[in-house]
């Protein structure tokens, strides 16, 4: 069936270094990307999405940027910081179906 | 209310019982979502509302499981028979617009089952 796949599943970096997490989906008429970040034991929150229709997208410290033709996605988190640790979950929109479907999350951890 | 909100928020049952996970989400959101979170994984896609009816339930593992949204805007995620494997953490999420338009999922806290 249609998915994502995300990767690395955990990823530690030096504090104020880059974080970039990839991520493939197979559906090639997905027009919708969202990132969420999940604190421990808390919900799942959106940080930034793109549609198909732009190549990247910023927010502060927070891009993301999209490859229609291989089908891939990727966040970047510039000069990390402590609080930046979580787990982050891309996520695609199936075309048709209007599901959304998730990656199975990275582990960010910012190291001092 | 402010929020997706979700009840109970922790439910200990039996392995053969019945449950019923209720959310109540953002007033005026006309799509509604399931998925099942167990530890250390993403969020698994378990079924859509558009209003009242089921838009996908493609993700609901078995005929076990059930979930409705009578009037459109509460919904209850029935399991029958549980099973051990049930064990997970149960989110829902509201979002404004679905379809082509589909943009953010406001979750809500989630309601972690355990099946002794």
């Known amino acids: 069936g249609e998915n994502v796949e995300q990767h690395p599943s955990t990823l530690s970096v030096q504090e104020g270094d880059s974080a970039v997490i990839k991520c493939t989906y197979s559906?090639?008429?997905?027009?919708?990307f969202p990132w969420y970040k999940q604190e421990l034991g808390k919900r799942p929150q959106l940080i930034i999405d793109?549609?198909?229709?732009?190549g990247e997208k910023k927010d502060q410290r927070i891009a993301v940027t999209l490859n229609k033709t291989a089908k891939h996605f990727s966040l970047h988190i510039t000069e990390t910081q402590p609080e930046d640790s979580a787990v982050y979950f891309c996520?695609?929109?199936?075309?048709?179906?209007?599901?959304?479907?998730f990656g199975k999350g990275t582990r960010l951890h910012i190291l001092p | 209310g402010a929020g997706v909100s979700q009840t109970p928020s922790n439910k200990v049952t039996e392995k053969g019982k019945y449950v019923e996970l209720r959310c109540d989400p953002i007033s005026g959101h006309t799509a509604l979502y399931w998925y099942r979170q167990s530890l250390g994984q993403g969020p698994e896609f378990l079924i859509y509302?558009?209003?009242?009816?089921?838009?996908?339930d493609s993700g609901l593992p078995n005929d076990r499981f059930f979930a409705v949204r009578p009037e459109g805007s509460v919904s209850t995620l029935k399991i029958q028979r549980t099973e051990r494997g049930d064990s997970a953490v149960y989110l829902c999420?509201?979002?404004?617009?679905?379809?082509?338009?589909?943009?953010?999922?406001?979750f809500g806290e989630g309601s972690r089952l355990t099946v002794l």
């Open positions: 999420a509201s979002s404004l617009q679905a379809g082509a338009n589909t943009g953010e999922l406001f």
């Open positions: 996520a695609a929109l199936l075309s048709g179906d209007d599901k959304i479907i």
């Open positions: 559906d090639s008429a997905s027009n919708y």
């Open positions: 509302f558009q209003g009242t009816g089921a838009a996908d």
């Open positions: 793109i549609r198909s229709n732009v």
